[in-house]
């Protein structure tokens, strides 16, 4: 596939803002160029300068951990920064079409609606995996399509074959979102990033590394695409602090790891719990960090617990998740009160 013809029209000509820090990348010098405060910061830690908009450092330790090229590297404030630029870069408003494979990630829906896109849905089947005889004949309709694996809410990975089977046929970008890879065990479609050209993966250091509040997530792709993102995003949009503290926070991968085996081993514990309630009528298989579980009444033990201060998320008005609600694995104090309280719970009748 072509890039350059993928893109949106006023998106080929673009011309990006250079900002001061662009023209000169290094580090001695009198710099009087941005209309910083020389003096310093207020703060006894010093901010006084822009961050450097390409984030030079931060990705070169990404591509070391992640074994792919820093020019494959697209950083945002949060992966849902990726997806809005993803549809401003490719997608012509009131024109061009995207997949979405619901029940899945609201913010592709939500960025689509934003960017007045039009939004095709192949629904996922009963087990949450993909309805390849329905996309077949969409397929050849769309832009883009979004595969989120493991699927938020579902929790389970997409079959391999299927996505493979997109990758080969979709003449279109195919954006997996590996935002729960990590806790999945199986491998991440990084490593088909020089097979296909028109393959994008999402990762984010919400979920695993447990950095939610900094805001930084990763789109992976073709340097050609990332050129593009990299273009037409905000100049500074990773702060000083958030650059920094990851930078630090990519030595300690063996504390990611060990709570992710933490947190899949209080997984087993909680299904187990949780199967012994006569409220639960079902758990979905889980290759996450939540769970998705059938209850007899999900409204009914939503408002129950949320009076007793715990808070679950309701995926019950979702197509496929009728009566269900979405549970992250907490710390064992937590899970082992969840489950406290619901036996606690009485039914209405
Ligand atoms: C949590 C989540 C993300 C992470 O988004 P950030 O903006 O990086 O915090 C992305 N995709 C899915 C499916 C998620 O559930």
New binding site residues.
């Given amino acids: 596939m072509n890039i350059q013809d993928f893109l949106r029209k006023n998106i080929k000509n673009f011309k990006a803002y250079s900002s001061a820090r662009d023209e000169y990348s290094g580090k001695e010098g009198i710099f009087i160029d941005a209309n910083e405060n020389a003096l310093g910061s207020v703060t006894s830690t010093e901010f006084n300068r822009y961050p450097d908009p390409q984030q030079k450092i931060l990705k070169k330790r990404i591509s070391e951990i992640k074994n792919v090229n820093p020019e494959q590297i697209f950083l945002?404030?949060?992966?849902?920064?990726a997806?809005d630029l993803l549809y401003r870069a490719f997608c012509e408003p009131g024109k061009d079409s995207v997949i979405l494979l619901p029940p899945?990630?609201g913010?592709y829906s939500v960025c689509a609606n934003l960017n007045d896109i039009n939004i095709i849905e192949v629904p996922l089947t009963k087990d949450f995996q993909i309805d390849m005889e329905n996309l077949k004949e969409k397929l050849v309709l769309a832009k883009m399509i979004f595969i989120?694996s493991p699927?938020?809410p579902s929790a389970n990975l997409m079959h391999k074959q299927d996505i493979k089977f997109v990758l080969d046929t979709f003449n279109g970008l195919v954006i997996i979102?590996e935002?729960?890879q990590d806790f999945s065990g199986s491998d991440s479609w990084l490593n088909e990033l020089q097979k296909y050209r028109n393959l994008i993966v999402?990762q984010?250091?919400?979920?695993a590394w447990g950095m939610?509040g900094l805001?930084?997530?990763m789109a992976y792709a073709d340097p050609e695409i990332i050129a593009v993102l990299s273009a037409i995003k905000y100049p500074y949009n990773l702060s000083e602090l958030v650059q920094q503290t990851v930078i630090k926070a990519l030595e300690y991968t063996s504390a990611k790891d060990r709570m992710v085996n933490e947190l899949l081993s209080q997984k087993k514990e909680l299904i187990t719990e949780l199967n012994k309630l006569d409220a639960v009528q079902h758990i979905y298989p889980s290759d996450a960090n939540f769970v998705l579980v059938k209850f007899a009444d999900a409204k009914f033990y939503y408002n129950e617990l949320i009076q007793r201060k715990i808070i679950v998320r309701d995926r019950s008005s979702l197509p496929g998740c009728e009566g269900c609600l979405r549970i992250t694995i907490g710390t064992k104090e937590e899970n082992r009160t969840l489950i406290e309280t619901l036996k606690r719970i009485k039914t209405q009748n």
Avoid: H, P, V
Avoid at 76 to 81: R, V
Avoid at 204 to 207: G, L, P, Q
């Fill in positions: 945002g404030n949060g992966s849902d920064e997806i899945s990630y913010m989120c699927n938020n979102d935002a729960y999402l984010t250091f919400s979920k939610a805001r930084i997530g």
